[in-house]
């Protein structure tokens, strides 16, 4: 086995609170956030009580545009086209609010995008008189190309926003985003890239997407803690845009509306430095890389020994791969719930299982505290629950 720097070594899991006695395949859906930048979250918590007033009047508005200033930075953006959000859901759901919409425009999106991205789509579309078109991504996918021709064929003239998933929640496929982005352009569509997953697992420079809107997750692959996501727009569509919660900074517009939601803790934010930090000191740019090629491995493991095989081309995984479960029999996603329960009880194995198209699918995730023996336990978890 290729071991990556950090896998070898088990004292690499002692920088997260993570439970030694746990595998923990599932870093995809909410992160985990090391000690060291908890740390620093509570030392911001600290230094809000101590003089609330000061904190919040005096010292606040320039803590947080520092704060998105290294972020900004980070991302290769212009820390003025940038704001904190609480996550890519309330970025989402600000974007869809704010947008000048007019009754009988059409929003598209994938028929894979996050359930709560589509339920956000609906809920706009029925109040100000939109439809919704859900593009169909084939799965096993040949090429990727296969995702650009379905999406080209689902536009319409009707078609105003396009939400591009940066990378799948359920496939974990990594969408080819630069080809669509370019036919957003072509069409004169709006694009809202979702890019819940990408800070910290894929190399990411703002400035070089050409994208409307960028959403991401800082609290998932960038260490940063729960509460941390930002979304990015660009000046030609920023105007308007306002937080979910209309507050007292309304008139500044954006970005500087959305650090001001009401009174709220935004530790998480103003902990960004210390993720950012942690994330370089354990590897920075070689991280998405190590990641990669790791999960590559424990994926090519597991298919091995379910005698299956991976549904895409490996490259269009990062961090996280979504493979068949040698189960024969349709399912639903209730019953693939039970079986992340059943795993998780008999076994303290943390991994998702999704029905995609009736069958069962498991989506790995691969991160640095993780060992090949994590992976072993679920391949044979898999098989022992099939003979039963
Ligand atoms: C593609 C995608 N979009 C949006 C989200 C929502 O993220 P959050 O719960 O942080 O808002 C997720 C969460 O996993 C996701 O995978």
Same mark, same amino acid.
């Given at each position: ?7 070898? $070594?088990? %004292? ?8 030694? $006695? ?12 090391? *000690?060291?930048?908890? %740390? ?9 009580? @101590? ?28 820390? %003025? ?8 859901? =309330? ?5 869809? *609010?704010?947008?000048?919409w ?13 359930p ?46 396009? +939400?591009?998933?940066?990378?799948? !929640?359920?496939?974990? +496929? +990594?969408?080819?985003? $630069?080809? @669509? ?6 069409? *004169?569509?709006? =694009?809202? #890239?979702d ?8 190399p ?24 941390c996501?930002?979304?990015?727009? =660009? ?10 919660? #209309?507050?007292? /900074? ?5 970005? &500087? ?6 009174? /709220? ?7 960004? !430095?210390?993720?950012i930090?942690?994330?370089?000191? @354990? ?7 190590q990641?990669?090629?790791f999960?590559?491995? @424990? ?40 079986? &992340? ?14 029905? +995609?198209?009736? /069958?069962?699918?498991? *989506?790995? =995730? ?23």
């Amino acid at each position: 086995m290729m071991h990556n720097k950090f896998n070898a $070594d088990a %004292e690499i899991r002692k920088h997260w609170l993570l439970r030694e $006695d746990i595998h923990f395949l599932n870093h995809g859906s909410f992160g985990a956030t090391p *000690r060291a930048v908890l %740390e620093v979250q509570q030392a911001w918590q600290q230094r809000m009580e @101590m003089q609330p007033v000061s904190f919040f009047v005096r010292d606040l508005p320039e803590l947080i545009r520092d704060a998105v200033a290294k972020l900004a930075d980070f991302l290769g953006a212009n820390a %003025e086209h940038l704001a904190f959000v609480e996550n890519a859901t =309330s970025a989402i759901n600000a974007i869809l *609010r704010a947008y000048p919409w007019q009754a009988g425009d059409e929003i598209l999106l994938s028929e894979h995008a996050y359930p709560a991205v589509k339920n956000a789509a609906y809920f706009v579309a029925k109040q100000f008189k939109l439809s919704v078109k859900e593009y169909a991504v084939p799965f096993p996918l040949q090429n990727p190309v296969e995702i650009t021709a379905s999406f080209e064929r689902a536009i319409a003239t009707k078609t105003k926003l396009a +939400i591009i998933d940066h990378i799948s !929640s359920p496939l974990a +496929i +990594i969408y080819p985003l $630069d080809d @669509m982005l370019q036919l957003c352009r072509q069409h *004169r569509i709006h =694009s809202l #890239v979702d890019g819940a997953h990408v800070p910290g697992m894929l190399p990411l420079q703002l400035l070089d997407i050409d994208a409307d809107y960028y959403v991401g997750n800082c609290h998932k692959w960038l260490f940063a803690p729960k509460g941390c996501a930002f979304l990015w727009a =660009s000046p030609a569509v920023s105007e308007n845009l306002q937080p979910l919660v #209309v507050s007292l /900074r309304m008139d500044e517009g954006f970005p &500087r509306c959305f650090d001001w939601t009401g009174t /709220r803790d935004v530790s998480a934010w103003l902990t960004i !430095s210390a993720a950012i930090d942690f994330y370089q000191q @354990m590897g920075g740019q070689d991280i998405p890389q190590q990641l990669h090629h790791f999960a590559i491995e @424990m994926a090519t493991m597991l298919t091995d020994a379910w005698n299956v095989e991976i549904p895409a081309g490996v490259e269009q995984f990062g961090a996280m791969f979504t493979l068949p479960v040698p189960w024969a029999k349709t399912i639903t996603q209730i019953e693939a719930n039970d079986w &992340r329960d059943r795993l998780w009880k008999s076994e303290q194995i943390e991994v998702p299982f999704l029905a +995609i198209n009736e /069958r069962l699918w498991v *989506r790995i =995730s691969a991160q640095l505290y993780n060992t090949k023996h994590d992976y072993e336990r679920l391949a044979e978890a898999v098989l022992k629950v099939i003979d039963q």
